[in-house]
């Protein structure tokens, strides 16, 4: 049975991050899920996790920007940070945005509303981070990263660093209702 208690952050954004991190793993090993999803678009997070993460026993998954993202053609990820990542038998992801993707060309295009927008607007509500999770995992997933039934821990942010983490068994994306989302680890504290 998974247990848990949210932890609310409002510090600085490096403290925010390394609490989120330690928050995170202390969750997965005390409730055995042995993958954890780290997003970071600049590498900052990802650095940030490879200094915190101390144990073995996790499988770690860093999820990038695409490519093009802010810039034709450019991946905002650090290149030397990409190769320690591998060098050290962790995975790194980047693909397209499901819920940013071809409907945001539309969008921006030819204006109108667009599913995806509307759910990627909707979970903004909750936090930008919450948003990112929810996403990610789901591109994890249809990446076959993730298999069948699993829990895992999601670790995202707003803009620089982590404030939000999550544990979910994400569903692919063809199949968004088998999406289950368990609980927030930690998350931003917006109001203090």
Known sequence: MLENKIYFLNDGK????????????????????????INSTTGFT?????????????ELIFVTHMSGYKEE???????NLKKQIEKNGYKIFTGTHI??????????????????????DALRTVSQGTKVIIESSIMV????????????????GSHRGADTSAFIKPSHSNNIKKFVFGGFITMKNKFF
């Open 14 to 37: 490096e403290k925010n991050t390394i609490n989120c991190i330690q928050k995170t793993v202390d969750f997965c090993t005390e409730n055995h899920i042995k993958k954890i999803i």
């Open 99 to 120: 819920l940013k993707g071809i409907e945001a060309s539309f969008q921006k295009y030819y204006n109108g509303i667009y599913p995806s927008i509307i759910f990627a």
């Open 73 to 79: 053609s450019i991946n905002e990820f650090d290149l």
């Open 141 to 156: 997933k249809d990446a076959g990263l993730i298999s069948k039934d699993e829990w895992v821990a999601v670790i995202s």
């Open 46 to 58: 990802a650095k940030k996790a490879m200094e915190t993460i101390k144990t073995q026993n996790l």
